[in-house]
């Protein structure tokens, strides 16, 4: 099965004095032939832990629904940049799960 993680981000301006402003996160799990996701986040964290609340969602998705073991791409906002070694390192984390073939970042 292949699924489809997109996270797009935003930073918007305080609104008055009394907001703050913040970094909103919203994101988009699409699997194949299946249901869709998508959760909204407003977040004081960075996008890797957005990434990896997108992935375990994700397995629990598989787990929720019975479905096959997936192959994962992830569509990151051109904002994030995520180094050779966070890409191995999330990869080798979440396909050590027997239903996560494979995770491709794009």
């Given amino acids: 099965m292949n699924v ?15 907001v703050a402003p913040y970094r909103a996160m919203i994101v988009h799990i699409q699997f194949e032939g299946g249901e869709d996701l998508t959760v909204n986040t407003l977040v004081a964290t ?5 990434i990896e609340q997108a992935l ?3 397995v629990d998705a598989i787990v929720r ?4 073991p997936a192959d994962i791409t992830i569509i990151l906002p051109q904002e994030v940049l995520l180094t050779a070694g966070l890409q191995s390192h ?8 027997p239903l996560v073939n494979s995770i ?3």
């Avoid at 489809?4 to 009394?18: A, F, L, S, V």
């Avoid at 960075?46 to 957005?50: A, R």
């Avoid at 629904?65 to 096959?68: A, D, L, Q, W």
């Avoid at 999330?90 to 799960?97: A, E, R, V």
């Fill in 56 to 58: 375990d969602r994700t």
């Fill in 65 to 68: 629904n019975e479905g096959e």
């Fill in 90 to 97: 999330l990869t080798d984390k979440y396909t050590s799960d």
């Fill in 4 to 18: 489809q993680i997109e996270i797009t981000m935003k930073n918007y301006p305080g609104r008055h004095p009394h």
């Fill in 46 to 50: 960075n996008p890797v832990e957005i």
């Fill in 104 to 106: 491709q970042f794009a």
